[in-house]
Protein backbone atom coordinates (compact mmCIF):
# COMPACT_ATOMS: atom_id res chain seq x y z
CA UNK A 1 0.00 0.00 0.00
CA UNK A 2 1.61 3.34 -1.02
CA UNK A 3 2.49 5.86 1.10
CA UNK A 4 0.42 8.84 2.12
CA UNK A 5 1.57 11.39 -0.54
CA UNK A 6 3.03 14.62 1.45
CA UNK A 7 1.27 17.24 -0.56
CA UNK A 8 -2.02 15.66 -0.71
CA UNK A 9 -3.96 18.91 0.65
CA UNK A 10 -2.05 20.98 -1.91
CA UNK A 11 -2.82 18.61 -4.44
CA UNK A 12 -6.35 18.67 -3.49
CA UNK A 13 -6.26 22.29 -3.28
CA UNK A 14 -4.73 22.62 -6.69
CA UNK A 15 -7.99 20.28 -8.03
CA UNK A 16 -10.34 22.45 -6.05
CA UNK A 17 -8.38 25.68 -8.22
CA UNK A 18 -8.89 24.15 -11.22
CA UNK A 19 -12.43 22.73 -11.00
CA UNK A 20 -13.72 26.71 -9.75
CA UNK A 21 -11.70 28.19 -13.05
CA UNK A 22 -13.38 26.11 -15.37
CA UNK A 23 -17.01 26.98 -13.54
CA UNK A 24 -15.97 30.50 -14.34
CA UNK A 25 -15.23 30.36 -17.40
CA UNK A 26 -18.22 28.43 -18.02
CA UNK A 27 -20.03 31.37 -16.50
CA UNK A 28 -18.39 33.67 -18.65
CA UNK A 29 -19.61 31.72 -21.65
CA UNK A 30 -22.73 31.66 -21.05
CA UNK A 31 -23.05 35.31 -20.20
CA UNK A 32 -21.88 36.09 -23.28
CA UNK A 33 -24.23 33.06 -24.98
CA UNK A 34 -27.56 35.35 -23.30
CA UNK A 35 -26.21 38.83 -24.56
CA UNK A 36 -25.87 37.38 -27.89
CA UNK A 37 -29.62 35.86 -27.53
CA UNK A 38 -30.33 39.41 -26.64
CA UNK A 39 -28.65 40.99 -29.50
CA UNK A 40 -30.77 38.27 -31.80
CA UNK A 41 -34.15 38.97 -30.23
CA UNK A 42 -33.08 43.30 -31.45
CA UNK A 43 -32.49 42.30 -34.41
CA UNK A 44 -35.88 40.55 -35.07
CA UNK A 45 -37.77 43.12 -33.37
CA UNK A 46 -35.83 45.69 -35.56
CA UNK A 47 -36.80 43.62 -38.66
CA UNK A 48 -40.29 43.61 -37.54
CA UNK A 49 -40.34 47.26 -37.47
CA UNK A 50 -39.03 47.62 -40.89
CA UNK A 51 -41.62 45.10 -41.79
CA UNK A 52 -44.87 47.63 -40.18
CA UNK A 53 -43.08 50.37 -41.52
CA UNK A 54 -43.35 49.03 -45.25
CA UNK A 55 -46.91 48.35 -44.54
CA UNK A 56 -47.49 51.93 -42.51
CA UNK A 57 -46.33 53.70 -45.91
CA UNK A 58 -48.98 52.26 -47.99
CA UNK A 59 -51.82 54.57 -47.98
CA UNK A 60 -51.52 57.53 -45.45
CA UNK A 61 -48.42 58.26 -43.85
CA UNK A 62 -48.49 59.93 -40.43
CA UNK A 63 -45.47 61.49 -40.21
CA UNK A 64 -45.10 61.42 -36.84
CA UNK A 65 -45.84 57.68 -36.79
CA UNK A 66 -42.20 57.80 -39.21
CA UNK A 67 -40.54 59.68 -36.66
CA UNK A 68 -41.45 57.56 -33.51
CA UNK A 69 -40.58 54.48 -35.26
CA UNK A 70 -36.91 56.05 -36.81
CA UNK A 71 -36.50 57.21 -32.82
CA UNK A 72 -37.29 53.56 -31.80
CA UNK A 73 -34.72 52.23 -34.68
CA UNK A 74 -32.17 54.14 -33.03
CA UNK A 75 -32.70 53.24 -29.64
CA UNK A 76 -32.68 49.29 -30.62
CA UNK A 77 -29.48 50.29 -32.16
CA UNK A 78 -27.95 52.21 -29.39
CA UNK A 79 -28.74 48.57 -27.29
CA UNK A 80 -27.09 46.71 -29.53
CA UNK A 81 -24.06 49.04 -29.76
CA UNK A 82 -24.03 48.76 -26.40
CA UNK A 83 -24.86 44.96 -25.97
CA UNK A 84 -22.34 44.28 -27.92
CA UNK A 85 -19.17 46.63 -25.96
CA UNK A 86 -20.74 44.30 -23.18
CA UNK A 87 -20.24 40.91 -25.39
CA UNK A 88 -16.30 42.66 -25.88
CA UNK A 89 -15.71 43.20 -22.30
CA UNK A 90 -16.84 39.61 -21.07
CA UNK A 91 -15.01 38.00 -24.22
CA UNK A 92 -11.68 39.82 -22.31
CA UNK A 93 -13.05 38.16 -19.35
CA UNK A 94 -13.37 34.90 -20.65
CA UNK A 95 -10.01 35.26 -22.16
CA UNK A 96 -8.47 36.10 -18.80
CA UNK A 97 -10.76 33.12 -16.93
CA UNK A 98 -9.24 30.99 -19.69
CA UNK A 99 -5.67 31.91 -18.69
CA UNK A 100 -6.07 31.19 -15.25
CA UNK A 101 -7.75 27.67 -16.24
CA UNK A 102 -4.61 26.63 -18.36
CA UNK A 103 -2.10 27.80 -15.41
CA UNK A 104 -4.60 26.23 -12.82
CA UNK A 105 -3.89 23.19 -15.13
CA UNK A 106 -0.43 23.14 -15.30
CA UNK A 107 -0.03 23.57 -11.56
CA UNK A 108 -2.27 20.76 -10.94
CA UNK A 109 0.24 18.10 -13.77
CA UNK A 110 3.20 19.38 -11.57
CA UNK A 111 1.51 18.22 -8.73
CA UNK A 112 0.48 14.85 -10.26
CA UNK A 113 3.86 14.30 -11.71
CA UNK A 114 4.99 14.78 -8.42
CA UNK A 115 2.82 12.10 -6.88
CA UNK A 116 3.25 9.79 -9.59
CA UNK A 117 7.63 10.29 -8.76
CA UNK A 118 6.76 9.71 -5.52
CA UNK A 119 4.62 6.17 -5.92
CA UNK A 120 7.09 5.06 -8.51
CA UNK A 121 10.20 5.46 -5.82
CA UNK A 122 7.94 4.20 -2.72
CA UNK A 123 7.15 1.34 -5.85
CA UNK A 124 10.72 1.07 -6.37
CA UNK A 125 11.89 1.32 -2.64
CA UNK A 126 9.29 -1.67 -1.86
CA UNK A 127 10.57 -3.98 -4.22
CA UNK A 128 14.11 -3.66 -3.35
CA UNK A 129 12.81 -4.24 0.24
CA UNK A 130 11.19 -7.73 -0.98
CA UNK A 131 13.72 -8.56 -3.19
CA UNK A 132 16.42 -8.13 0.04
CA UNK A 133 13.77 -10.19 2.24
CA UNK A 134 13.35 -12.79 -0.28
CA UNK A 135 17.54 -12.71 -0.47
CA UNK A 136 17.89 -13.10 3.25
CA UNK A 137 15.54 -15.73 3.50
CA UNK A 138 17.55 -17.58 0.81
CA UNK A 139 20.58 -16.99 2.80
CA UNK A 140 19.16 -18.50 6.25
CA UNK A 141 17.65 -21.69 3.51
CA UNK A 142 20.89 -21.96 2.23
CA UNK A 143 22.82 -21.50 6.18
CA UNK A 144 20.29 -24.15 7.39
CA UNK A 145 21.09 -26.99 4.54
CA UNK A 146 24.57 -26.23 4.95
CA UNK A 147 24.72 -26.55 8.71
CA UNK A 148 22.90 -30.14 8.43
Known sequence: MPAEFRFKALLDLRRQQRDEAGAALGQANEAIVKVNMQIDDINRERAALRDTEDVNRQGNVSVDDLLAHGRYDLQLQAEIGSLESTVAELT????????????????????????????????????????AEADEVSNRRYTLQRQR
Not at 92 to 115: N, Q
Open 92 to 131: AEMDRRRAKLVEAEAELKRFEKLKENDEAEFRALESKREH
